[in-house]
């Protein structure tokens, strides 16, 4: 699917939703697999932000068409207010944020905490990469605090080496297709797994030039500020997303401020070892890895 493709399936706010999404052919389409595209997929509305939307910015300034999931809706993130007006107000701020970041918003598909590891869940999240078609996938840490996380990782790795499968079946239907991708871990929250132990980065993006417009695309989620100040400890969860990164960035030994990232094997995803980050963002990307490694 070529880019105005993309766009005919979004509204006028750019969002993107599957459902009716119909393709008539099985046959894969390898001319059309490689565009410079990028798909965020994480678990909850703000997650992006936190983790992601800095290198999400420089990709998109450096001509890549990037594309925003949370496959949560968000509802059990209030207090306040109960599960169908919490995710209409999340859903509304993930919009907002979306378009800060200049991205494509995605409609989100399933709730807080029940984002499992399962058959429902993989074919709607692999209907979404082969509608978006992205070279890159950015998603959550293998190990990291808490199970919808891990979850969301898990699945946007099967969803990815699945995608030209043409015996396996998304939700809705859509062909499958032939062509390189590379997934991407966040570094998880805390810099630590859920066993309290450090998880460092193979990558590491210098977003010093674009944190402002990341701090701002996390000020959208302004319901999530009395959210977390209860449940999280948080002061103030915009303080909180700039001294994560800033600790990031001081991991990398040269960067102000940065988000780490960790290369899933290419083996089932690419036909090399390639490594898009790195070829996409060379003045901005420092790496601790041989560049051929697997």
Not at 107 to 119: A, G, M, Q, R
Not at 249 to 266: C, K, N, T, V
Request: aromatic share 8%; hydrophobic share 40%; with cysteine.
């Amino acid at each position: 699917m070529q880019k105005d493709q993309v766009a005919k399936l979004a509204d006028g706010n750019g969002n993107v939703s599957l459902e009716g999404c119909l393709f008539s052919s099985p046959n894969i389409h390898p001319a059309m697999a490689n565009p410079d595209r990028v798909l965020a997929a994480f678990a909850h509305p703000d997650d992006i932000e936190f983790m992601a939307a800095g290198t999400l910015l420089l990709l998109s300034q450096a001509g890549w068409e990037t594309h925003y999931l949370n496959l949560s809706g968000g509802d059990c993130g209030s207090m306040t207010t109960g599960p169908a007006e919490t995710r209409q107000i999340r859903a509304a701020e993930g919009r907002a944020a979306a378009k800060v970041l200049g991205a494509t918003f995605h409609e989100s598909f399933t709730n807080d905490l029940l984002i499992f590891y399962d058959e429902p869940h993989l074919r709607k999240l692999a209907a979404v990469i082969r509608q978006v078609r992205p070279r890159i996938v950015l998603t959550h840490a293998p190990a990291d605090y808490m199970e919808d996380h891990m979850n969301t990782a898990r699945l946007a790795v099967t969803a990815a080496f699945s995608r030209g499968m043409p015996n396996f079946s998304t939700d809705p239907p859509l062909p499958p297709y032939d062509g390189d991708i590379t997934v991407y871990h966040a570094l998880p929250h805390g810099l630590c797994d859920g066993l309290r132990q450090p998880v460092s980065s193979d990558l590491y993006v210098d977003i010093t030039s674009v944190q402002p417009i990341k701090r701002q695309a996390l000020a959208a989620h302004a319901s999530q500020k009395a959210w977390l100040d209860a449940t999280q400890g948080m002061d103030s969860y915009l303080d909180a997303g700039d001294a994560m990164a800033r600790e990031v960035g001081r991991l990398s030994g040269r960067f102000q401020y940065a988000e780490g990232w960790q290369r899933h094997s290419h083996l089932g995803f690419s036909t090399t070892p390639g490594n898009p980050l790195v070829e996409a963002l060379p003045a901005a990307l420092l790496q601790h890895q041989p560049a051929d490694s697997l």
